[in-house]
């Protein structure tokens, strides 16, 4: 099975902060890595697929990047509403989530 | 547009069977490239994905709960299920159907679409 394990667990930042979030798989995925953000009481929101591919309607400060087993989402110039719990996922065998990051403003 | 719509049991006692349906409108169960999947949250947790069935009918399972789900699909009512046999208070959780898209030889690009989710709680 293919863990995923991201870091920080949780993260406080002010307006405008630049945010990064670190996503470590535990064997290599390629680029099969997609991030979600969710809202207290909503669904997850598909961000960012194969690792970088912004989905349409995501807000161009938020990006991806890396590849093998070792990712990142940052968050370029943080908003009011980008406060929510940020998770990362495999889809390269089976499926998996990280436990999530929950970032404060 | 694609919706999703969870339905089912919202209180299911311990050691019974869990039963929910997810209702797909604004595009059909049987489009090449896509997978159905399900996933849960419990209370205050992260996100658990439970398994998939794809366009062809194959069914992919997190193992640690493969014993005791099954996924299926009725291409009649356009509509797919999830069956979780032997609850207990640990499968207490907000559960979620998603399409994943992009899907291919067992791969995928992320889960676009998403049911607004519904309540199980496992109590007698």
């Known amino acids: 099975d293919i863990q995923m394990t991201q870091s920080p667990s949780s993260l406080s930042a002010s307006v405008g902060d630049r945010v990064t979030i670190t996503c470590r798989a535990s064997?290599?995925?390629?680029?099969?890595l997609n991030w979600y953000q969710q809202k207290p009481g909503k669904a997850p929101y598909l961000m960012i697929s194969?690792?970088?591919t912004l989905e349409s309607g995501v807000p161009s400060r938020f990006s991806g990047s890396g590849s093998g087993a070792d990712f990142t989402l940052s968050i370029g110039s943080l908003q009011p509403e980008d406060s929510a719990t940020y998770y990362c996922?495999?889809?390269?065998?089976?499926?998996?989530f990280g436990q999530g990051t929950k970032v404060e403003i | 547009q694609l919706q999703l719509q969870e339905s089912g049991s919202g209180l299911v006692k311990p050691s019974k069977t869990l039963s929910l349906t997810c209702a797909v409108a604004?595009?059909?169960?049987?489009?090449?490239?896509?997978?159905w999947n399900w996933v849960r949250q419990p209370p205050g947790k992260g996100l658990e994905w439970i398994g998939c069935?794809?366009?062809?009918?194959?069914?992919y399972y997190n193992p640690s709960l493969k014993s005791r789900v099954t996924i299926s699909v009725d291409k009649s009512m356009n509509q797919f299920s999830l069956r979780l046999t032997s609850v207990t208070a640990a499968d207490t959780a907000v559960y979620y159907c998603?399409?994943?898209?992009?899907?291919?030889?067992?791969?995928?690009?992320?889960?676009?679409?998403w049911g607004q989710g519904t309540t199980v709680t496992v109590s007698s």
């Open positions: 996922q495999q889809s390269y065998s089976l499926r998996a």
């Open positions: 069935i794809s366009h062809t009918g194959s069914t």
């Open positions: 998603a399409r994943e898209g992009g899907f291919r030889y067992g791969r995928g690009d992320g889960m676009d679409v």
């Open positions: 064997q290599n995925i390629s680029n099969y």
């Open positions: 604004g595009d059909s169960v049987s489009s090449e490239g896509y997978s």
């Open positions: 194969a690792a970088s």
